[in-house]
């Protein structure tokens, strides 16, 4: 029944999902491919539990690595196409696609998957956001993703209600499941899986072959004997620190040096591109229609300012940086930012906020009804214009507090005092 209901979890909803993936095209149609490998590796790893006892934990990392290696390559494709139309697709994919690791959590599985769908969630709901008047695809597609997940959730609170279930009088482990099959008919993605992946998902990996290991993790260290111990023996004391050493059989290897690159400010089609500035104070997009949009990302103490209205904005993983615009038709995003400004002169309908520590807003007067959306940030400040000219300084609320009622919870704001 197990290896049963996630089969009809690839057939069902998973083949739907790929279906309306493929009608996008482009990047969402390449990242559905992996996402389709990724689930049939898991298949695979389903069905070997189901015939086999559990086996040590060495050998279960073998057996996880078809599925994590996936889980990275749809990382990867996100981080690489940033400059994306559908970015905040990969987004949705890249955030949540982590719930399929409920495989080696216990005692609590389900619980881990929602936790990864409602991370997705904040890039789904931009999806139906910005597609739900232009193309129902679109918003079939975030819904459809969002209800695989929620059917996941509830295939393994069915199945696997405290932890992956293993065959009790199965056979010992002989060797990994073998390879599963080519994602939607494509060709076997070998190049594709030996690519090398970036180094957060590589650390998500390690992270993730760690929780497998268990009390395991400590069976390597060396107990430390009184002759060992500086302080039962002041010859072995120093009087400083002791010198790296550098390519010895220690193991000890040089520091990477950061590789720095080079600053861009193009346009590719309808996308303005300002990435990977240092100390620039006169960055000005002129010339921008209504339908482009503006992506800065990984810019350091610099200035940009936009010249006409236009779609959309996104500042991504920007510090002390600074951003002035006249008039957007959708949205001003920040993600990932430290020590940030805006300046609206115009009109901004929306302003949405994730994961960025300070953010300062300034209005204008045709701006008071804009929304603000934030989630996981911290130091927000909305300063609004008076008659005078001058500005009044309004927190954006960091802390709540829910009580439980009969009906579910109750959340209030906690209002900042002082």
Known sequence: MSVQGFEDLISGPLTTFIQLSNQIGGDVATQAALVHSAFQAEFQFIK????????SDSEKQKLLLPTSTKIQEIQTLREKNRGSQFFNHLSAISESIPALGWVVVSPTPAPYIKESNDTGQFYTNRVLKEWKEKNKTHVEWARTWVQLLVDLQAYVKQHHTTGLVWAKAGTKPSGGPPPPPPPCGLPPMDDLCLAPADPDATNRSALFAEINRGADITKSLKKVSSD????????????GPAPAVIGNSSGVSAPKPVIEKPPVFARDGKKWLVEYQKNNTNL??????????VYIFKCVNSTITVKNKINSIVMDSC??????FESLVSSAEF???QSVQMQVLGKV???TIDKTDGCQMYLSKDSLTTEIVTSKSSELNVMVP????????????EQFKTKIVPNGLDTVVIEASG
């Open 386 to 397: 008076k008659a005078d000219g001058d500005y009044s300084e309004y927190p954006i609320p």
């Open 319 to 324: 510090k002390k940086s600074y951003v002035v």
């Open 228 to 239: 060992m111990q500086t302080h039962k023996n002041p010859s072995m004391r120093v009087s």
């Open 349 to 351: 309908p929306t302003i």
């Open 48 to 55: 070997y539990a189901n015939e086999h006892s559990a086996p």
């Open 284 to 293: 000005v997009v002129d010339g921008a229609e209504m339908n482009n949009v």
């Open 335 to 337: 993600i990932n930012c």
